[in-house]
Every structure is written in C-alpha cells, then in structure tokens.
C-alpha cells in the first residue's frame, strides 16, 4: 500500500506563484509514474502533469510553460511549481501515483491517489 499527502494549497493572485508537493509512503519503490490532476466544481478529474521513474514529464497543453513537476525519489516526493497562474487554474488539486507505465493522463491509470488541496486564483 501506498499514502499519498499532499501539502496545504492557498489563495493566491492572478499571475501569482504556488508550489504544492506530495509526499508518498509505503511501498513507494513500486511506483513508476507520478501526476497531478485537479477537478473544478461540476467538472470531471483532469490530467495536469506527470513524471516517469526515468524523469521523462508530460504537461497538458493547458499548463504548458507555466507548471513544473518534478520529483525527489530520496524523499519520495513529487512537486507541481505553478507559476504565472490564472483564474482558470482554480480547482482542487489531486496527487497521483501508479505502479505501472500506462496512460500517464487518465486517472484510471493511477492506484492512489491524495485526499486533494484547494487551489484558488483570484482574479
């Protein structure tokens, strides 16, 4: 088993700054692939960023240029630096991880997952 925390998110402005990490304990020498989604009122789970064992990344086009995921397999921890954020980047934010090397942007790719952080962006 695997447990997934995620730090506090925040209010923050409009092309503001915010830096979310996720913590993983347990069997995390299992994991293979690590990623964020968020999901906003009334809308289903989206894909954000990932990150391979190999450190390979995959964005979406959305936040593309501005967000950065990164990880620290010593401290099995994985990290979203979000800058230059917008309205649009409101969502509650979710860490994920998965075993294998499936889709890295489905989230029925992923078997844990966090409890999820409120990120706002104030206009």
């Known amino acids: 088993q695997v447990q997934l925390v995620e730090s506090e998110g925040g209010l923050v402005q409009a092309g503001g700054s915010l830096r979310l990490s996720c913590a993983a304990s347990g069997r995390t020498f299992d994991l293979r692939t690590m990623g964020w989604f968020r999901q906003a009122p009334g809308n289903e789970r989206k894909f954000v960023a990932a990150i391979r064992w190999n450190t390979i990344t995959y964005y979406a086009d959305s936040v593309k240029g501005r967000f950065t995921i990164s990880r620290d397999n010593a401290e099995s921890t994985v990290y979203l630096q979000m800058n230059s954020l917008k309205p649009e980047d409101t969502a509650v934010y979710y860490c994920?991880?998965?075993?294998?090397?499936?889709?890295?942007?489905?989230?029925?790719?992923?078997?844990?997952w966090g409890q999820g952080t409120q990120v706002t962006v104030s206009s």
């Open positions: 994920a991880a998965a075993i294998g090397l499936n889709d890295y942007n489905t989230p029925r790719s992923y078997d844990y």
